[in-house]
C-alpha cells in the first residue's frame, strides 16, 4: 500500500510543471514559481477556500499572486486542483491565444482573481479585494449568519515591497484593521539586478509592524510545518491583516542556480532542467503528473463540501431575510436596480428644467445625491479631497475598522493605492466604486487606471480641477495633458461634461457600463446650463452631438468644444451668428463615445464635407488634430499653466470667445 505523498512532492509538481513549461516557451521565469511551490502547496490544499468547479462562488477566498511574473505558480495551480487549464494549456504557456499569458491576466483563465505583473499592484488589488469583503460582510452578515466571511490570500516579493504602492496600500490596509488579509513575503534577497542588499535593506517586519500589522517573521518557506503554523496563527487575528515573512531560496532545485538571479527570469536550460529534476528526486517526464499526486492535489470534492455547506448557510440566511438574500445576489451579480433607468432620466430631464449655473464638480454631487439613494452599491471614496471633489453626498456614511457598514472610504493621500484597491473591489464584486482626486494627480495613480482598462472592471474615476479653470493654485495643480492621456487609453471611457446635464448624463454612463472604467471630468468653477429641446437632449448619451447652429442646412463652420469651453463656443457662434454666418457648436462631453456611434450619426454631426473646423479646449491642442484636420484650428494650451485667478489666466493664454470667434473666421 502506497502512502499519501509528502508534501514536498506535491510542491515539487509545481516546481517541474514551471521549469518545463518556461523551458518549453524559452520564456518566463521560474525561480518564484520554485521558491514559493512549498509555501504554495500547503497555502491551496490545507487552508484556501474554493470549489475549481466554480471559480465564480460568491465566498470563495480570493488569492492574489502580486509577484505575477511567478505566473506558471498560478497556472499550475489551477492546473493541479482541478480548474479549466489543461496539459495542453501549460504546454502553450506564454503562446498567442492561449490562457497562460505571461502574466496572470484576469478573464483569459478560470481562477484568476485579478491581472499582475505590474508589481505591487496585485497587493493593492488584494487590500481592495479585503475591503470589499469586510464592507460586504458588514452590510448582510447577520447574528448567527455569515453568509460573506472568506480570507484574501496574496503572494508578494521583493519587488512589491520595493514598490512605492506598497505603502500606501499596507497603511491603509493596517488602519481599517482588516483582519482577513493574509500576505506572504517571498523573502529570497534576489531581484532581476542579483542580491537585494545593494538596493533593498529595509526592516520588512517593523515596517509592517508600525503600519498595524500582524508580523510573522522568521518562517522557513521550505518547511511545510512552519507554514502551517503560521497561516494558522494569521487566521487567528482577525483584527489585523498579518504578513508571514518567508524565507525561502529562489529557483529551489536547482543545483547551478538556486539562490541566484539567474533562475529569476529565464529558462533553467536543459541540462540544468534535467540536474533539477535529479536534485529533486523527480522521475518524471515534462508534464507528467503521476496519478497519486494528481489525486492528492484533486480539489474537486473538497471545493464542492465547501461550497455545498456555504450553499447550506445561505438558504437559512435566504429563509429568514428572503429580500436581503435577493439584494446580495443581485449585488454580486452586479446588477443595477430594476428602476435605475428611470431615476437617472427623470433627474437629467429636472436637470435641464432647472438650468443651474454650478460647477460640474457641484453638479458631480448633485447627481450622486440623486442617484445614491437607488444604488446602495455606490461605494465612495476620495484620496483626501472629499471636500474639493463633491465625492461626498447626503447618504454617505464613512467605514472605520469598527465599523465597515458605511458606503464611503477615506482613502488618505494614496490616489495610486486608492485607485489599485478600487479595481480589488470591483473584481470582488458587490460595491460600484466611485472615488476622486484632482486630474492632474491622476498620474500618480496611471497605471492602476489602465489596469481597470486591461481587465475591463467599471471603476469610476472622478477628477476635479480640471483645467487652468482651477486658477490660484497654479500649474502644478492645472492639468494639461491629462485628458489627452485618458483619452487616448484602449477601454477608459472619458467624459468633460460641460454643464448640470452632461453631468447626470456621464455619471449615468459610469454607472451602466458593465465592460470597463468611466473617467468623469469636472470643472472647479461655475458653468451655466446649455438650453436644448428635447432631440438634443436625447442625443447627448452619445457622447458628441449638435448643441446649436445659427443658421440651417450643412453650417459653414464647425466648432467643438468640451466642458467649460462649450460656453465661450457658444458665445462665439452667437457673434458669428449675428454677422451672418451659420456655424454649428458640436458639444463632445466624450469622444469615446461618440466614436462608437454609426457612421451616419458622426456624419450627421460633423459632415466630412465641412472643414472648416476649431475645436476648444483648455488642455493640449494636440489631441484635437484627428477633428479640426490640417484645415482646422484649435484654442487650448500648448505649454503649462500659471498661477493667477481663473479668468486673468484664460486672457492670458487667449482662451477666450474672441479667439474661438477669430480662429472660425480664419478657416472659413
Ligand atoms: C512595476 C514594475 N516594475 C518593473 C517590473 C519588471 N520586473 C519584473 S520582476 C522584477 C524583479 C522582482 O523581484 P522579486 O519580486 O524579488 O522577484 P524574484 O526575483 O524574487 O522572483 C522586475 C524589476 C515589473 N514587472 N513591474
Ligand atoms: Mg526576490
Given at each position: 500500500m502506497s502512502s499519501a505523498p509528502a508534501a514536498r512532492d506535491l510542491a515539487n509538481a509545481i516546481r517541474a510543471l514551471s521549469m518545463d513549461a518556461v523551458q518549453k516557451a524559452k520564456s518566463g521565469h521560474p525561480g518564484a514559481p520554485m521558491g514559493m511551490a512549498d509555501i504554495a502547496e500547503v497555502l491551496w490544499r490545507g487552508f484556501l477556500k474554493h470549489n475549481p468547479a466554480n471559480p465564480h462562488w460568491v465566498d470563495r477566498d480570493r488569492f492574489v499572486l502580486s509577484n505575477g511574473h511567478g505566473s506558471m505558480l498560478l497556472y499550475s495551480l489551477l492546473h493541479l486542483t482541478g480548474y479549466g487549464v489543461s496539459l495542453d494549456d501549460l504546454k502553450n504557456f506564454r503562446q498567442l491565444g492561449s490562457p497562460t499569458a505571461g502574466h496572470p491576466e484576469f478573464g483569459d483563465a478560470p481562477g484568476i482573481e485579478t491581472t499582475t505583473g505590474p508589481l505591487g499592484q496585485g497587493f493593492a488589488n488584494a487590500v481592495g479585494m479585503a475591503i470589499a469583503e469586510k464592507m460586504m460582510a458588514a452590510q448582510f452578515n447577520r447574528d448567527g449568519h455569515a453568509i460573506v466571511d472568506h480570507n484574501t490570500y496574496c503572494f508578494m516579493g521583493d519587488g512589491c515591497m520595493m514598490e512605492g504602492i506598497s505603502h500606501e496600500a499596507a497603511s491603509l490596509a493596517g488602519t481599517l484593521g482588516l483582519g482577513k488579509l493574509v500576505a506572504f513575503y517571498d523573502d529570497n534577497g534576489i531581484s532581476i539586478d542579483g542580491e537585494v542588499e545593494g538596493w533593498f535593506t529595509d526592516d520588512t517586519v517593523e515596517r509592517f509592524r508600525a503600519y498595524g500589522w500582524h508580523v510573522i517573521p522568521n518562517v522557513d518557506g521550505h518547511s511545510a510545518q512552519e507554514v502551517k503554523l503560521a497561516i494558522e496563527n494569521a487566521r487567528k487575528n482577525t483584527d489585523q491583516p498579518t504578513l508571514i515573512c518567508c524565507k525561502t531560496i529562489i529557483g529551489f532545485g536547482s543545483p547551478n542556480k538556486q539562490g541566484k538571479e539567474e533562475s529569476h527570469g529565464a529558462a533553467l536550460g536543459d541540462d540544468e532542467v534535467a540536474l533539477t529534476r535529479e536534485a529533486l528526486g523527480w522521475?518524471?517526464?515534462?508534464f507528467e503528473i503521476p496519478d497519486e499526486i494528481r489525486n492528492a492535489w484533486d480539489a474537486h470534492d473538497a471545493g464542492a463540501e465547501k461550497e455545498a455547506a456555504w450553499q447550506q448557510r445561505f438558504d437559512a440566511y435566504r429563509a429568514e431575510f428572503p429580500e436581503l438574500a435577493d439584494e446580495f445576489l443581485r449585488r454580486m451579480r452586479g446588477e443595477l436596480p430594476a428602476d435605475f433607468d428611470q431615476r437617472a432620466d427623470a433627474f437629467i430631464a429636472e436637470c435641464q428644467q432647472a438650468k443651474e449655473k454650478v460647477a460640474s464638480r457641484k453638479a458631480s454631487q448633485n447627481t450622486l445625491d440623486a442617484f445614491g439613494p437607488g444604488l446602495p452599491e455606490l461605494t465612495g471614496g476620495s484620496a483626501d479631497l472629499g471636500g474639493s471633489n463633491?465625492?461626498?453626498?447626503?447618504?454617505c456614511t464613512s467605514i472605520s475598522a469598527d465599523d465597515c457598514?458605511?458606503?464611503?472610504?477615506?482613502?488618505?493621500?494614496?490616489e495610486f493605492g486608492m485607485t489599485a484597491a478600487m479595481n480589488g473591489i470591483c473584481l470582488h464584486g458587490g460595491l460600484r466604486p466611485y472615488g476622486g482626486t484632482f486630474l492632474t494627480f491622476m498620474e500618480y495613480a496611471r497605471n492602476a487606471v489602465r489596469m481597470a482598462a486591461l481587465m475591463h472592471q467599471p471603476n469610476i474615476l472622478v477628477y476635479t480641477h480640471d483645467s487652468i479653470g482651477l486658477g490660484e493654485d497654479g500649474p502644478t495643480h492645472q492639468p494639461i495633458e491629462q485628458i489627452a492621456n485618458l483619452r487616448m487609453t484602449p477601454n477608459l471611457s472619458t467624459w468633460r461634461p460641460c454643464d448640470t446635464v452632461e453631468t447626470a448624463v456621464a455619471w449615468k454612463h459610469a454607472v451602466k457600463r458593465d465592460d470597463g472604467p468611466t473617467a468623469l471630468i469636472f470643472s472647479r468653477q461655475g458653468l451655466p446650463c446649455m438650453d436644448r429641446d428635447d432631440a438634443v437632449l436625447a442625443n447627448v448619451a452619445k457622447g458628441?452631438?449638435?448643441?446649436?447652429?445659427?443658421?440651417?442646412?450643412?453650417?459653414e463652420a464647425i466648432i467643438i468644444a468640451t466642458g467649460s469651453e462649450v460656453e465661450l463656443a457658444v458665445q462665439a457662434a452667437e457673434a458669428l451668428g449675428a454677422a451672418g454666418k451659420n456655424v454649428r457648436v458640436v458639444s463632445m462631453p466624450s469622444v469615446d463615445t461618440f466614436l462608437s456611434q454609426s457612421r451616419d450619426y458622426q456624419e450627421a454631426v460633423l459632415p466630412a464635407a465641412v472643414r472648416a473646423r476649431v475645436a476648444v479646449e483648455a488642455?493640449?491642442?494636440?489631441?484635437?488634430y484627428r477633428f479640426t484636420g490640417l484645415d482646422g484650428k484649435i484654442v487650448g494650451m500648448t505649454g503649462f499653466g500659471a498661477s493667477a485667478p481663473a479668468g486673468d489666466l484664460y486672457k492670458h493664454f487667449n482662451i477666450t470667445a474672441e479667439a474661438v470667434q477669430a480662429a472660425v473666421e480664419s478657416v472659413i
Open positions: 522521475k518524471h517526464g515534462p463633491n465625492t461626498v453626498w447626503k447618504g457598514s458605511g458606503n464611503y472610504i477615506h482613502y488618505g493621500v494614496r458628441g452631438y449638435t448643441l446649436l447652429q445659427t443658421g440651417d442646412g450643412q453650417p488642455g493640449i491642442t494636440d489631441y484635437w
